[in-house]
């Protein structure tokens, strides 16, 4: 429906285990991102990846580790995640269209409970 | 660095009033992206706004992007219960910086 599947849509977690969130989108476009959103921060960016290659990292804390494999899929690797980052994290791709943006296509985002 | 500020962060209006949120840039944008968030889902794109002083119209949504390029309005006429959620705008070169996003919530 969206063209961008997000799995899974919730974990729980607790803070010693390791987990990956996953990211698919069949739009073919070249560029995706992910987005925390929590109560505090509405949508605040964490990475960016173009052409598979990062970007961006918004002073995210290492316990977030990124992967894009290829331009279709991106994974976020957590790791002794605190209760704080408890939060939705939604994808989002787009292509990429010069110094103008393009409009970005969101998963349904993942509900992350770190217990 | 950048900041896109977006008022109000709550409108709660009787079903059939109109609804106005404005997003307001401390720099010059290159564009301004609107989207829509339902409760429980994920934000949609509504529209893009490039040139100065650009209107875009969609059935009861019009979306003003400002002269200077710095601030955008989108207003809602006649709302109705399916258009509550949260509305951001997002503006940027090379990177889209998000409002903090109004809620729109409608009393039938």
């Known amino acids: 429906e969206t063209g961008v599947t997000q799995t899974p849509r919730h974990l729980v977690m607790g803070m010693t285990n390791k987990k990956s969130l996953k990211c698919e989108q069949h739009?073919?476009?070249?560029?995706m991102y992910w987005y925390k959103q929590s109560a505090k921060k509405p949508l605040e960016l964490m990475f960016v990846y173009s052409l598979e290659e990062r970007v961006e990292n918004n002073s995210v804390p290492s316990r977030f580790s990124p992967e894009c494999p290829n331009s279709s899929h991106l994974f976020l690797h957590l790791h002794t995640l605190q209760p704080e980052d408890s939060a939705l994290y939604l994808c989002?791709?787009?292509?990429?269209?010069?110094?103008?943006?393009?409009?970005?296509?969101f998963g349904n985002g993942t509900r992350l409970t770190v217990t | 660095g950048q900041q896109v500020m977006q008022i109000p962060q709550y409108q709660h209006v009787q079903e059939g009033e109109d609804f106005t949120t404005y997003c307001n840039s401390s720099?010059?944008?290159?564009?301004i992206q609107w989207y829509k968030q339902r409760p429980g889902g994920h934000p949609v794109f509504l529209i893009q706004?490039?040139?100065?002083?650009e209107v875009k119209k969609q059935k009861r949504l019009t979306f003003q992007f400002g002269e200077a390029k710095k601030n955008s309005s989108l207003h809602i006429t006649a709302t109705q219960t399916t258009d509550v959620g949260t509305y951001f705008c997002?503006?940027?070169?090379?990177?889209?910086?998000f409002g903090d996003g109004t809620t729109l919530t409608v009393k039938p």
């Open positions: 720099t010059t944008l290159s564009n």
């Open positions: 989002a791709s787009s292509h990429l269209a010069g110094t103008v943006d393009s409009p970005l296509h």
């Open positions: 997002a503006g940027g070169a090379g990177k889209s910086t």
């Open positions: 739009l073919g476009h070249n560029a």
């Open positions: 706004l490039v040139k100065s002083g």
